[in-house]
């Protein structure tokens, strides 16, 4: 049995991840942690008692250094499920994963790992294309663009020759630049998650999409992660290494 520590339990997020890790049968959250201390959580990581094997962190980029502190002092395997990380934060989770296993992702879906890596591969297949990315999200979210739009953008840009210029939406007079690729974000309504890659040439336009219809996607992705991670050394993990080749 994997018995893990949930941060954030009291979101909407950590409620999925709480209904999830119910379905199964070697997976037990021990404690739910939420600084809100709503819903019956406890309001602190200090607060816990109970033995566990890793923790799961649906909660806000802010909590980074009380996670990583934490997770390092107890020798805990951590998943990060948040975005919008400051390179301050960003150096912690790297500094981190020097001690022990850290699963970080923009996303947990398995359908946007399998979408990222084909984005690779055809951006690949096409150096002078021109690249756009769109993703559309619910109006409550807070970064934009989206931390999955910004990992695509980084995988297809790491197969491109020389040095890529990432362009945060589009207007004005300027025409566009072979180096770029084009990001844009809507936030509208209660979208789960949508990410469209567009290649496009002067002959032909690939376009690949992924459209999440659930947030419990996340969810089992997440638990499939911690599967992952538990028993692993020290590192840096994302869903790339978990999808495999």
Same mark, same amino acid.
């Given at each position: 049995? +994997?018995?893990?520590?949930?941060?954030?339990? =009291? *979101?909407?997020?950590?409620?999925? &991840?709480?209904?999830?890790?119910?379905?199964?049968?070697?997976?037990?959250?021990?404690?739910?942690?939420?600084?809100?201390?709503?819903?019956?959580?406890?309001?602190?990581? @200090?607060?816990?008692?109970?033995? =566990?094997?890793? +923790?799961?962190?649906?909660?806000?980029?802010?909590?980074?250094?009380?996670?990583?502190?934490?997770?390092?002092?107890?020798?805990?395997?951590?998943?990060?499920?948040?975005? *919008?990380?400051?390179?301050?934060?960003?150096?912690? %989770?790297? /500094?981190?994963?020097?001690?022990?296993?850290?699963?970080?992702?923009?996303? #947990?879906?398995? /359908?946007? !790992?399998?979408?990222?890596?084909?984005?690779? =591969?055809?951006?690949?297949?096409?150096?002078?294309? @021109? +690249?756009? %990315?769109?993703?559309?999200?619910?109006?409550?979210?807070? @970064?934009?663009?989206?931390?999955?739009?910004?990992? %695509?953008?980084?995988?297809?840009?790491?197969?491109?020759?020389?040095?890529? !210029?990432?362009?945060?939406?589009?207007?004005?007079?300027?025409?566009?630049?072979?180096?770029?690729?084009?990001?844009?974000?809507?936030?509208?309504?209660?979208? &789960?998650?949508?990410?469209?890659?567009?290649?496009?040439?002067?002959?032909?336009? +690939?376009?690949?999409?992924?459209?999440?219809?659930?947030?419990?996607?996340? !969810?089992? *992705?997440?638990? !499939?992660?911690?599967?992952?991670?538990?028993?692993?050394? =020290? /590192?840096? #993990?994302?869903?790339?290494?978990?999808?495999? @080749?």
């Amino acid at each position: 049995m +994997i018995r893990l520590i949930l941060f954030g339990a =009291a *979101g909407r997020m950590g409620k999925e &991840v709480e209904a999830a890790a119910k379905k199964t049968s070697d997976v037990e959250i021990v404690a739910r942690v939420d600084v809100s201390g709503a819903d019956g959580c406890l309001s602190s990581l @200090d607060e816990v008692t109970e033995a =566990a094997d890793a +923790i799961v962190d649906f909660s806000h980029h802010a909590a980074t250094p009380t996670l990583t502190g934490y997770a390092v002092a107890k020798g805990l395997p951590l998943l990060v499920a948040t975005t *919008g990380q400051s390179e301050e934060e960003l150096a912690l %989770i790297r /500094g981190a994963a020097a001690k022990i296993p850290v699963f970080f992702s923009a996303n #947990y879906s398995l /359908g946007i !790992a399998a979408l990222t890596k084909a984005a690779k =591969a055809i951006a690949a297949l096409y150096p002078d294309a @021109d +690249i756009e %990315i769109v993703e559309k999200h619910h109006n409550r979210k807070l @970064d934009a663009p989206s931390g999955t739009a910004l990992s %695509i953008a980084r995988a297809v840009s790491s197969v491109r020759e020389g040095e890529t !210029a990432f362009l945060f939406g589009r207007g004005g007079q300027v025409k566009r630049q072979k180096n770029e690729i084009g990001i844009h974000a809507v936030r509208l309504g209660n979208i &789960v998650g949508e990410h469209e890659i567009l290649i496009g040439t002067d002959n032909e336009t +690939i376009t690949l999409k992924h459209e999440a219809h659930s947030r419990a996607l996340f !969810a089992d *992705g997440a638990i !499939a992660a911690v599967r992952f991670l538990v028993g692993r050394n =020290a /590192g840096l #993990y994302a869903m790339t290494d978990l999808v495999g @080749d």
